[in-house]
């Protein structure tokens, strides 16, 4: 009887242990007092936390990715022409972020970073570039083994003046890399090679969008069958079929409403884990994040749209269990907490967030 009391014990321990995740969240370092990047002690039933570990000195780390193992972390350094990588051993079971080394990003302002086995992949925003850097076996990277410059300019002189490349994607099968150009209005599709040294990447081909729309973020729906594409300047949400590996537009929205006649700054953009559920923020003048529904032929229609309760949404995430999407309000220093309705989609704000400057990034890991 012992025994068996002593075995349910150690079941629920575990049950409960597996509540509480690591929260890493990536900053801009030069507007307040930043250190860098926060590892929080996060736990996704009571939306406690408690801060386990930060960084010291490590400037505007704006965009993370953690290594499948959760051995490493890597962090873009987002300062203009002084901008690098850098490559981070991580402790999960404390949290604790040691710097294994930083390189030259090879553009200005790094805005989006991925990783595999093989290879760390940056997306140069000022530079109009994209950079990629080798994993040496003890999670170090190399200096840059390829350096793919963009070239061009779109119709929104103010904004679209040069390439501006603002994201790098694998595919779902890692065959290939897609990569968003918000100065071109392009969206270009790579063919990766993970060995393939200074032809690690090799063009295959781009789809145009819309001129002036400014291609920011993309995703997979987790089948793998669409691809929904943010578009940061006029806020267009726009719907690809992923047919013999090409995209094959199939609709468009907006995550700007009707009547909304202010600037648009959209950001970042998520699935529910059961891919019926789209997410995505619009900053500028809107600092909204949208809920759309989205049906088996790939089209989706808006059911909720929300203010974010802060100024600023950049980047957000939707927890392990999703039922939470946390949304990192760049401009009002804070992360906001929302609950979500796993049957409707719907979110309602919790009245709970975490204090903290210029947040960014967000990534759940496991907590060991």
């Known amino acids: ?13 575990n049950a409960a242990a597996q509540d509480n995740f690591n929260l890493i969240v990536g900053t801009y370092t030069n507007a307040c007092q930043s250190k860098g990047i926060y590892v929080y002690d996060f736990n996704v039933n009571t939306l406690e936390y408690k801060l386990k570990s930060n960084t010291d000195g490590v400037i505007n780390p704006s965009y993370l990715t953690v290594s499948a193992d959760k051995k490493f972390v890597y962090s873009v350094n987002e300062d203009g022409k002084k901008s690098t990588v850098s490559a981070f051993k991580y402790a999960p079971a ?6 294994l ?18 290879n760390v992949i940056v997306a140069n925003y000022s530079g109009g570039s994209v950079a990629v850097f080798e994993r040496k076996p003890d999670g170090s990277l190399s200096d840059a083994k390829q350096v793919v410059q963009h070239t061009g300019s779109g119709t929104n002189k103010s904004r679209q ?23 071109l209005d392009k969206v270009f599709m790579y063919t990766y090679n993970p060995a393939g040294g200074a032809k690690t990447l090799v063009l295959k081909g781009s789809v145009d969008v819309k001129p002036g729309s400014g291609p920011r973020h993309l995703v997979f729906n987790p089948n793998g069958i669409f691809v929904y594409l943010l578009q940061e300047l006029d806020g267009t949400l726009t719907t690809f079929s992923y047919e013999n590996e090409t995209l094959v537009k199939v609709d468009e929205a907006s995550v700007a409403p009707a009547i909304f006649g202010g600037k648009n700054g959209s950001a970042d953009i998520h699935f529910s884990k059961d891919g019926k559920y789209l997410y995505a923020t619009n900053r500028a003048d809107g600092n909204t994040i949208s ?5 088996t032929n790939g ?4 059911i909720q749209q929300i203010s974010t309760q802060g100024v600023g949404p950049r980047n957000f995430t939707i927890d392990p269990n999703d039922n939470y999407v946390l949304v990192a309000n760049q401009n009002s220093n804070n992360i906001i907490i929302f609950k979500r309705d796993k049957s409707t989609g719907l979110l309602t704000d919790t009245g709970k967030k975490i204090e903290l400057c210029q947040p960014v990034c967000l990534v759940f890991t496991p907590n060991k």
């Not at 009887?1 to 321990?13: G, N, S």
């Open 299 to 302: 089209k989706i229609n808006l």
């Open 1 to 13: 009887m012992k025994l068996a009391k002593a075995l349910l014990l150690l079941v629920f321990m």
């Open 101 to 118: 080394n930083k390189t030259d990003s090879k553009g200005a302002d790094p805005c989006y970073i991925i990783n595999d086995d093989k």
């Open 94 to 99: 404390i949290g604790k972020l040691d710097l």
């Open 291 to 295: 809920a759309f529904r989205v049906h």
């Open 161 to 183: 003046e040069s390439a501006h490349v603002h994201m790098v994607y694998f595919s779902p099968d890692n065959k290939y890399v897609f990569v968003n150009d918000l100065g």
